[in-house]
């Protein structure tokens, strides 16, 4: 089971997680993405790039790479390092599905 | 009910389980009411994600003026970098996603009843409230500054006429005159803000009145990126800018605004040609009208729902809570919102209910192409929102990485905005 399973508390949500396990649950993704969407903008040009449609493998490399300090950004280290695989796999997955 | 802590609320919901099961069934068939009072970084956030993502839930957004211009950016516009109208941001957004706008003052909460009164005598019903007020100001704390006395040595610090009234004293000020900035005690909205503004308006002096001085006389002994701002001020200002911290004479005692003098706790007086004078602050008055506030005058709250301690179903977003180590910012409003929306979104419908995360940065520009930064992640604790894994820009950093901050500023500017208000 993943690990924040336990956090969720509401019936129906829980069970449309449970379907999608593997996939990066797109309800916790959309919860994470609030996070995101205070700097990064569908259509943006210039200082921040957007993020939605990226292709999830690439997202999650992305973070990765920011986690593990092979990409050079202080902010968004930090931001990296306070996520988990799952995260960032829900995150990816919602983003993914999002026209920029 | 007002001075009761939510562990008081838990014990009364256990001792009469039985008896409150009738009526709790009444209840929610009437629960679905989220009134939200202040549509600012925080509110208009709260307002936008519950009704965005639990369209069944009727909410309403209170908010006294038609339209909002941010704090956050105010000091680019002093500077010249931004005009008023991209930094004020109408309502339209937010009823489009069906939230019920309301252009009024709200006057009275009544927790018991669950009901806000607004000025106009009319009373608005609520399951669950968010106040997000945003800052009050302390008037009596420094003598001969009041409300009356902002009008000649503006505070700017709720934007809007205020701030375009600094504007117009900055750049009409005397040749080569002295410009006094006394920034406020903490805890106060914008840690950064006042010595961002102070580079701002050194940048105006720079261009139109390169003679001019700005003297900060600070109650503190330091400051949030005091390294960064320093450097800025001897890279780009030299010789314009004197900080006067709180242990070195900087504490201001009365104020007299005919004269345009400012004296400090040691007797020293100060003419001013023009001054910026931010006030002690305290949480929005309305959190204290209903009973949100504790001696601080800031409002406690649930580091993991945003709830108050004090009050039942009402929750506090923004520079009015007692957020723990988050500093005042839009950004961390906006970031308390959306737990404040989830937690209330479950307590309403059922819906998810994720662990709280937050997260904050604070841009500053310090000149045209130039900005530095700090943040960091939190997450709640029994005691507060505690900060993890903090950053902020380093001295020294080339000038494309300050280039790109700046960029980076601007893009977060349209982002939050849009995120808030869109």
Same mark, same amino acid.
Request: charged share 20%; aromatic share 8%.
């Given at each position: 089971? @993943?690990?924040?399973?336990?956090?969720?508390?509401? /019936?129906?949500?829980?069970? /449309?997680?449970?379907?999608e396990?593997g996939?990066?649950? *797109?309800?916790?993704?959309?919860? *994470?993405?609030g996070?995101?969407?205070?700097?990064?903008?569908a259509?943006?040009e210039?200082?921040?790039?957007?993020?939605? /449609? *990226?292709?999830?493998?690439?997202?999650?490399?992305?973070?990765?790479?920011?986690?593990?300090?092979? @990409?050079?950004?202080?902010? %968004?280290?930090?931001?990296? @390092? /306070?996520?988990g695989d799952t995260? %960032?796999?829900?995150?990816?997955?919602?983003?993914?599905?999002?026209?920029n | 009910m007002?001075?009761?802590?939510?562990?008081?609320?838990?014990r009364?919901?256990?001792?009469?389980?039985?008896?409150?099961?009738?009526?709790s069934?009444l209840?929610?068939?009437?629960k679905g $009411?989220?009134?939200?009072?202040?549509?600012?970084a925080?509110?208009?956030?709260?307002?936008?994600?519950?009704?965005k993502?639990?369209?069944?839930?009727?909410?309403?957004?209170?908010e006294?003026?038609?339209?909002?211009?941010?704090?956050f950016?105010?000091?680019?516009?002093?500077g010249?970098? $931004?005009?008023?109208? =991209?930094i004020?941001h109408? &309502?339209?957004g937010?009823?489009?996603?069906?939230v019920?706008?309301?252009?009024?003052? #709200?006057?009275?909460?009544?927790?018991a009843?669950?009901?806000?009164?607004?000025?106009?005598?009319?009373?608005?019903?609520?399951?669950?409230?968010?106040?997000?007020?945003?800052?009050?100001?302390k008037?009596?704390?420094?003598?001969g500054?009041d409300e009356?006395?902002?009008?000649?040595m503006?505070?700017?610090y709720?934007?809007?006429?205020?701030?375009v009234?600094?504007?117009?004293?900055v750049?009409?000020?005397a040749?080569?005159?002295t410009?006094?900035?006394?920034?406020?005690?903490?805890?106060y909205?914008?840690?950064p803000g006042p &010595?961002?503004?102070?580079?701002?308006?050194?940048?105006?002096?720079?261009? =139109?009145?390169p003679s001019?001085?700005?003297?900060?006389?600070?109650?503190?002994e330091?400051h949030?990126?005091?390294?960064?701002?320093?450097?800025?001020?001897?890279?780009?200002?030299?010789?314009?800018?004197?900080?006067?911290?709180?242990?070195?004479?900087?504490?201001v005692a =009365?104020?007299?605004?005919?004269?345009?003098?400012?004296?400090?706790?040691?007797g020293?007086?100060?003419?001013?040609d023009?001054?910026?004078?931010?006030?002690a602050?305290? #949480?929005?008055?309305?959190?204290?009208i209903?009973?949100?506030t504790?001696d !601080?005058?800031?409002?406690p709250?649930?580091p993991?729902?945003?709830? =108050?301690?004090?009050?039942e179903?009402? &929750?506090v977003?923004?520079?009015?809570?007692i957020a723990?180590?988050m500093p005042?910012?839009?950004?961390s409003?906006?970031?308390?919102?959306?737990v404040?929306?989830? #937690?209330? $979104?479950?307590?309403?419908?059922?819906?998810?209910?994720f662990p709280a $995360?937050?997260?904050?940065?604070?841009?500053?520009?310090?000149?045209?192409?130039?900005a530095?930064?700090?943040?960091?992640?939190?997450?709640?604790t029994?005691?507060?929102i505690?900060?993890?894994?903090?950053f902020?820009s380093?001295?020294?950093?080339?000038p494309?990485?300050?280039?790109q901050?700046?960029?980076?500023?601007?893009?977060?500017?349209?982002?939050?905005? !849009?995120?808030?208000f869109?």
């Amino acid at each position: 089971m @993943r690990k924040y399973a336990g956090w969720l508390i509401g /019936s129906g949500l829980a069970c /449309s997680f449970a379907g999608e396990a593997g996939a990066g649950d *797109l309800a916790y993704g959309e919860y *994470l993405a609030g996070e995101c969407v205070a700097c990064h903008r569908a259509g943006a040009e210039g200082g921040i790039p957007p993020i939605n /449609s *990226l292709p999830a493998p690439y997202f999650v490399e992305a973070l990765k790479e920011y986690k593990e300090g092979e @990409r050079d950004h202080a902010l %968004m280290r930090t931001v990296a @390092r /306070s996520l988990g695989d799952t995260e %960032m796999e829900a995150l990816a997955a919602y983003f993914e599905q999002l026209e920029n | 009910m007002i001075d009761m802590t939510r562990r008081g609320f838990g014990r009364i919901a256990l001792a009469g389980g039985a008896t409150l099961a009738a009526p709790s069934i009444l209840r929610a068939q009437a629960k679905g $009411r989220v009134v939200v009072i202040g549509g600012g970084a925080g509110g208009g956030t709260v307002a936008k994600y519950v009704k965005k993502d639990a369209p069944e839930l009727d909410v309403t957004l209170i908010e006294a003026n038609p339209s909002y211009t941010t704090c956050f950016y105010s000091n680019l516009y002093i500077g010249g970098m $931004r005009d008023f109208e =991209s930094i004020t941001h109408g &309502y339209d957004g937010l009823a489009g996603h069906g939230v019920n706008v309301v252009n009024a003052v #709200a006057s009275g909460v009544d927790a018991a009843a669950r009901t806000v009164t607004l000025e106009d005598g009319s009373v608005v019903a609520y399951d669950k409230l968010v106040l997000a007020p945003g800052i009050d100001f302390k008037w009596d704390l420094i003598a001969g500054f009041d409300e009356a006395a902002a009008e000649i040595m503006p505070h700017a610090y709720k934007a809007g006429p205020q701030t375009v009234l600094l504007k117009e004293k900055v750049d009409g000020m005397a040749e080569g005159g002295t410009f006094v900035m006394v920034p406020p005690p903490n805890p106060y909205r914008c840690p950064p803000g006042p &010595y961002e503004r102070v580079c701002m308006i050194a940048k105006r002096f720079k261009e =139109s009145n390169p003679s001019a001085k700005i003297i900060i006389l600070d109650p503190k002994e330091k400051h949030s990126k005091q390294a960064l701002f320093q450097e800025a001020w001897h890279q780009y200002y030299e010789g314009m800018i004197e900080w006067v911290p709180g242990d070195f004479g900087g504490k201001v005692a =009365s104020i007299d605004t005919a004269a345009m003098t400012i004296t400090t706790e040691d007797g020293e007086v100060f003419e001013a040609d023009a001054a910026n004078v931010i006030p002690a602050q305290k #949480a929005g008055m309305i959190a204290e009208i209903a009973g949100a506030t504790d001696d !601080s005058g800031w409002c406690p709250i649930d580091p993991h729902s945003m709830a =108050s301690t004090m009050v039942e179903d009402i &929750y506090v977003v923004g520079d009015s809570s007692i957020a723990g180590d988050m500093p005042k910012s839009g950004f961390s409003a906006n970031s308390q919102a959306k737990v404040c929306a989830m #937690a209330i $979104r479950h307590e309403l419908t059922g819906s998810s209910l994720f662990p709280a $995360r937050y997260r904050n940065t604070c841009w500053s520009t310090v000149a045209e192409a130039d900005a530095v930064k700090v943040g960091a992640s939190y997450e709640p604790t029994d005691e507060k929102i505690a900060s993890i894994d903090p950053f902020i820009s380093e001295v020294g950093e080339s000038p494309d990485q300050r280039l790109q901050t700046r960029e980076e500023a601007d893009a977060w500017y349209d982002s939050i905005t !849009s995120d808030i208000f869109g």
